[in-house]
Structure formats: C-alpha cells, structure tokens
C-alpha cells in the first residue's frame, strides 16, 4: 500500500463485515490480508483485521489470530530478538448496548495484559472516539 510515496508494512482492518476467519493475498500488490469477523450465518458487522506486506511474513512468530469478531492479535520477530505485538481492535460506537461497550474493553486489557512485558505494543483500529 503506498500513500504518498510512502510503502505500508502493516495496517489495521475494521469494519470488514467478513465472516469467519479469512487470509487471501494481493500478488500483484505484494499484500496478503488476515480478517476475522462472527462466524457464518450471523449478521455480517464488525470485524478486524490486519493487511501485511507479504515480505513480513517470514518474521511472524504465527498466523494473526482473531480473538473475537471486534479483536485481532499478531506477532513480528524484530532484529535483536524483540518481537512487536500489535492489535486490531474495532470498538462499538456509543449508541451500543453497555454491555457490547464494556465486553470489548475487557477482551483488550486482557489480551495486553498476557503480552511480556519486552514486548513491542501496538494497539490500532477505531475506537469510536472513546477518550478514558
């Protein structure tokens, strides 16, 4: 992905509306794309994801994992021996049930809280202008 000359190594999804769990790549583009959503049958919203160059791919520590249809977790080896651990993350928006609210919040601090401690941490999506 390019944006004004620059070259995008990853990027977080939201809002896919896919379902299930999906890895296709862009060849031409040189992209490949992880998403996770509600399993099939369910209403299509929500959903993550994560698009990473394909070159990347070899420094992934394992395939992106979808922890629910709102959250999604992947980890790079970096020179050095770090590794960085990045989350896609798509809140609801405000008009949303507290619960909906309140369960995706909690799904995050636990799954940051598991992440070590030397670990690199990226929290990225929409969190549906939720400040606090």
Avoid at 11 to 18: G, I, M, P, V, Y
């Amino acid at each position: 992905m390019r944006w004004s000359g620059i070259i995008i190594d990853i990027a977080a999804l939201s809002e896919t509306r896919l379902s299930g769990s999906t890895q296709f790549e862009e060849v031409g583009a040189g992209y490949t794309f992880f998403c996770s959503g509600h399993p099939e049958g369910i209403i299509r919203h929500g959903g993550v994801g994560f698009v990473i160059r394909s070159a990347l791919l070899k420094t992934m520590k394992s395939t992106p994992c979808g922890i629910s249809p709102r959250l999604m977790k992947d980890e790079i080896n970096l020179e050095g021996g770090h590794t960085a651990t990045h989350f896609s993350c798509y809140a609801p928006t405000l008009a949303a049930a507290q619960e909906d609210k309140k369960l995706i919040y909690e799904q995050l601090s636990y799954a940051m809280e598991a992440v070590p401690y030397k670990h690199k941490l990226f929290v990225l999506g929409d969190f549906n202008a939720r400040v606090g």
